[in-house]
């Protein structure tokens, strides 16, 4: 945690650096290489230019900050928020972007190469800086020099854009790149492991036969033309729920992608939804009552659940990366037989997610949609 003279310090250098960017007198550009700056505070501030090289920056807030050509080189920025920022030519090589929250940052000529870098230590020996132990194992090029590409792992990059990137070897594997624009942005090289690229044009972009396999890419023709029966079955629910249980069913939509009918759930009551391995990214079920609802193995990316009652709901193994839980009810719900079941999210990727507990508790008149839902 950074003290009150540093944080002091860091002000002081920001404000000099901002009349330097704005050609005011008396200004002077912020360079501060190797900093700890884990969580500072720097948002809607004009830092481009900046010189911030193998800093820790992880947790930082510098949404709406404009860092356009800074030097970011090889800095941890893993959970940082960078959301609206201006990156535009900025230098990101060899960073950890892990967790990083980038939705509608400008990023128009962002260099995301691979990267190497050396500082002199305590006995003035030269060593290889390393920004995340836990990153996966670096490249070895001619010579054996030892190469780090950007690591963007589970980061949240919708609407960005990246125009003309040079990303080789950066790493994607779970990132959320829906509608990004990418027109003739560089990925060869690039890992797209489990990647959302839904409204994305790649037709003017350079990328490795075969590398997008895996992505998550817009819904198939499948999903399109089973929208009608997915909205019948949670209808079918609602009834089964208001009738208690003597007409309709509980929804099971086991495995079905579910994003064509995106507006269909908010403010359902669906407790009992039979949901494992759905996908439903960036979906809307904000005020749903889904109390013991299973949505094992559920792609749950970016959805938004504010306000739903979740109480005894099955997250296990869920990917939940930037979903938004706020107001969220969690809890167990008691079955028939008095045993109760707890909200589960065991083995679930909770990266970025967002959680704030309700100020009220939710109505007792649903103690038997939780009875029902057992």
Request: proline share 3%; with cysteine.
């Amino acid at each position: 945690m950074l003290s009150r003279v540093h944080i002091e310090a860091i002000s002081t250098g920001v404000t000099l650096h901002e009349r330097f960017a704005s050609g005011r007198p008396g200004g002077r550009r912020l360079i501060l290489r190797f900093a700890r700056l884990s969580g500072v505070v720097l948002q809607k501030r004009t830092l481009s230019g900046v010189d911030l090289t193998g800093s820790n920056l992880s947790s930082a807030k510098m949404a709406v900050s404009d860092l356009s050509m800074a030097t970011l080189y090889c800095c941890d920025l893993r959970d940082a928020d960078m959301r609206g920022a201006n990156l535009t030519n900025a230098d990101l090589r060899g960073s950890s972007l892990q967790g990083v929250r980038l939705y509608g940052a400008r990023m128009d000529g962002v260099d995301l190469r691979d990267a190497r870098l050396a500082k002199v230590d305590a006995d003035g020996l030269f060593r290889v800086w390393s920004v995340d132990a836990n990153r996966p194992r670096p490249q070895a090029g001619p010579g054996g020099d030892v190469y780090q590409g950007v690591d963007l792992r589970h980061a949240s990059l919708k609407r960005a854009r990246l125009c003309n990137a040079r990303l080789k070897g950066a790493d994607f594997s779970g990132a959320n790149m829906a509608g990004a624009e990418l027109s003739h942005a560089n990925l060869q090289g690039c890992t797209f492991t489990d990647t959302i690229l839904t409204g994305v044009d790649l037709t003017q972009v350079r990328v490795d036969p075969g590398a997008l396999a895996q992505c998550v890419l817009d819904p198939d023709a499948a999903a399109l033309e089973g929208a009608a029966e997915v909205r019948f079955a949670l209808d079918e629910a609602e009834a089964w729920v208001d009738s208690g249980g003597r007409r309709g069913a509980v929804a099971d939509l086991t495995d079905r992608d579910i994003r064509p009918v995106a507006d269909a759930f908010a403010g359902r009551r669906l407790a009992g939804l039979k949901a494992n391995g759905i996908r439903a990214i960036d979906v809307d079920f904000s005020g749903s009552l889904l109390t013991g609802a299973t949505l094992r193995r559920a792609d749950l990316r970016g959805a938004k659940l504010c306000g739903c009652d979740l109480r005894g709901v099955s997250f296990v193994d869920c990917r939940l990366a930037f979903a938004d839980f706020t107001g969220a009810t969690l809890g167990a719900i008691v079955k028939e037989d008095g045993t109760e079941v707890s909200t589960d999210f065991t083995g679930a990727n909770l990266t970025g997610a967002t959680f704030d507990p309700p100020t009220e508790e939710p109505a007792e008149a649903a103690r038997e949609d939780l009875a029902l839902a057992c």
